[in-house]
């Protein structure tokens, strides 16, 4: 058997060592369950070496013993102290390089010599010779130095035919890079590449953390002085921010955090999704900028691109999905671990070296989206059943995500939710799994918020809850056998089935609105109604020609409603919904 060649991710922040099995890439456990190693090493109290979370554990308490990011000085001269000692970036980097070559041989019971290992699209010639180097002060043979963008590009596309064009957008911890690949038979190529290699996660950290310091400060309380407590203060931001992913609040609570006057202070606050992504909206638009830097720098434009791959841990913030989808018009794709996925390709990159046959990465995700319905606008109009989606299509399970909703009306008693299959705008054109009540809400003024949660295991059984937020009472169900409902196209053919079936009364609504909207009968009667309890509640708000003149077209509304007449309601529905745009803006 041909000698098996290991494939390592030598990250700035983390490091991972991936190998090709039976035509399967694993990458391998550091610690069980737990397949990243922290690019960090230190000496211990008794002078042993500690490599990864150990050494990060005790870096904030001895600095001058401890290094990280040691990437970011590869091919200098600049040497590092630790301890006594003063120590080359290359051989710091074979520290690290050591331990992934033993965890690779734990893991496959047998001596490892060589490694693929990746590197940024931009390292110069002499930053890949300082990793060159470091493998082989670590004992490895370097069979070859690949880009970690390829990396990432193999990732999703070992084995594939044809040639297509790739964006790689890569937010690791400490650094962003943005590259354009072309794939070409399974040759891949990076063919223009831009970034900042001083921004990632950890400045969004450090934002929460700015915020945080301002609070405390406001009560009088100052933790600057206090390494301790800024560690704390630290770790909590990192925590908040990965819960701000799949959650649209936060709570932060850290116990004792200092002392004020011989009095203990306690971190308290709680941070909304909004208010975080507001925090961070200059970084993500510089990433933005790079991104149509690197395009240009490959001389090709937006429509030239077939799809966008999501590299490095921080791309699970969903703002920064959103806005690519907004800005390139293009589906994102996130279902290979964006913190795995360079280790993963070098992997396919070594199992070919090593003339191993390689299947594609196989990932669980589930092919639908859920979500749920609630009044927004569906063609420039109010419409209660505006489809929200909650779990995109892709995503890897299990998954729990959640978002906010808020109550109509003061007082509100209840909320139904609904729970949808589907991808259509109008959620009444998806398929309905399930539906419940969350009743005894708390006598609360409208906009009282209520948070879904959806959590999607990977029986594809969905749990749906919902909570008020203000008193934490909950509702939930279970629905069982959610990925295996419909296969792959019966959706689509039971869809054409069904609308086949109303064909003619789609064709008699989207004559009898305007300009052939599409609307049907029953959307533009949800609409009405919806139209006209949000103008009745907003009638007090009314100057008083307008008030007479939307008393006048909710008459004429209800009237058309109350007589079936559809084509008289589309002209009141358009001047009245004119009139509460300009009374609410
Ligand atoms: P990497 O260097 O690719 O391992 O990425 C590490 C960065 O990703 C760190 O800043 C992490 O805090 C961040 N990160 C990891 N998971 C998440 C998440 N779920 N949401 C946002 N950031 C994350």
Do not use: W
Not at 3 to 28: F, H, P, Q
Not at 444 to 471: C, H, S, Y
């Amino acid at each position: 058997m041909a000698e098996k060649i290991i494939g390592i991710d030598l990250g700035t922040t983390n490091s991972e060592v991936a190998v090709v099995e039976n035509g399967r890439v694993t990458v391998i456990d550091v610690t069980p369950g737990h397949p990243i190693l922290p690019s960090f090493v230190g000496l211990a109290d008794d002078g042993s070496i500690l490599v990864g979370e150990p050494a990060k554990n005790q870096y904030v308490l001895y600095p001058e013993r401890t290094i990280k990011s040691i990437k970011r000085r590869m091919g200098s001269a600049d040497q590092v102290e630790m301890g006594d000692t003063a120590y080359t970036p290359q051989e710091i980097s074979a520290i690290i390089l050591r331990r992934l070559k033993a965890i690779a041989e734990a893991h496959l019971g047998e001596a490892v010599h060589k490694a693929v290992i990746t590197v940024p699209a931009y390292f110069s010639d002499a930053q890949r010779q300082a990793t060159r180097e470091a493998g082989e002060i670590a004992g490895l043979e370097v069979a070859r130095i690949i880009n970690e963008p390829t990396a990432a590009a193999l990732s999703y596309e070992a084995n594939h035919q044809g040639h297509k064009k790739v964006l790689v957008y890569d937010l690791g911890g400490g650094t962003f890079d943005v590259s354009v690949v072309g794939i070409e038979d399974n040759v891949v190529e990076v063919l223009a590449s831009h970034g900042n290699n001083q921004l990632g996660g950890d400045d969004f950290d450090a934002k929460i953390v700015e915020h945080l310091v301002a609070h405390l400060q406001q009560q009088g309380a100052d933790p600057t002085p206090s390494r301790k407590a800024m560690a704390r203060i630290t770790r909590a931001a990192e925590i908040a921010k990965i819960a701000l992913s799949d959650q649209p609040y936060c709570r932060i609570e850290e116990e004792y955090l200092l002392e004020k006057d011989g009095t203990p202070v306690n971190l308290t606050l709680e941070l909304a999704r909004d208010d975080y992504e507001a925090m961070i909206a200059g970084y993500i638009d510089e990433t933005l900028e790079a991104v149509h830097i690197a395009l240009k720098g490959a001389h090709l434009t937006v429509s030239d691109l077939d799809e966008v791959l999501l590299v490095g841990g921080a791309t699970r913030t969903p703002i920064i999905t959103q806005r690519l989808e907004a800005d390139l018009g293009l589906t994102v794709r996130a279902e290979v671990n964006p913190d795995l996925c360079v280790a993963t390709g070098a992997a396919i990159q070594a199992g070919m070296l090593a003339g191993e046959a390689v299947s594609a990465v196989l990932v669980d995700i589930t092919p639908y989206t859920f979500g749920t319905s609630a009044l927004s606008e569906l063609n420039g109009m109010p419409y209660p059943f505006t489809y929200v989606p909650i779990i995109h299509k892709n995503t890897p399970i299990p998954v729990t995500k959640s978002e906010v909703f808020y109550t109509m009306r003061d007082h509100q008693e209840a909320v139904k939710v609904d729970v949808y299959q589907g991808e259509d705008p109008d959620a009444l054109n998806n398929i309905t799994l399930g539906e419940f009540m969350v009743e005894n809400l708390s006598r609360a003024p409208a906009n009282n918020p209520i948070i879904i949660q959806f959590a999607l295991d990977l029986n594809g059984i969905m749990q749906v809850t919902a909570r008020e937020k203000n008193t934490g009472l909950e509702k939930s169900i279970r629905i069982d056998n959610v990925l295996t409902r419909f296969q792959e196209g019966a959706l689509e053919t039971a869809r054409a089935r069904v609308n086949a079936l109303f064909a003619d009364e789609m064709m008699n609504a989207a004559t009898s609105t305007e300009a052939g909207s599409g609307v049907t009968d029953q959307q533009l009667r949800v609409q009405a109604q919806a139209l006209v309890e949000k103008a009745e509640r907003l009638l007090d708000n009314a100057s008083e020609d307008d008030r007479e003149e939307m008393i006048n077209l909710i008459e004429t509304i209800k009237d058309a409603l109350s007589s079936g007449n559809y084509d008289a309601l589309a002209e009141p529905v358009a001047e009245l919904s004119d009139i509460l745009f300009y009374l609410e803006s």
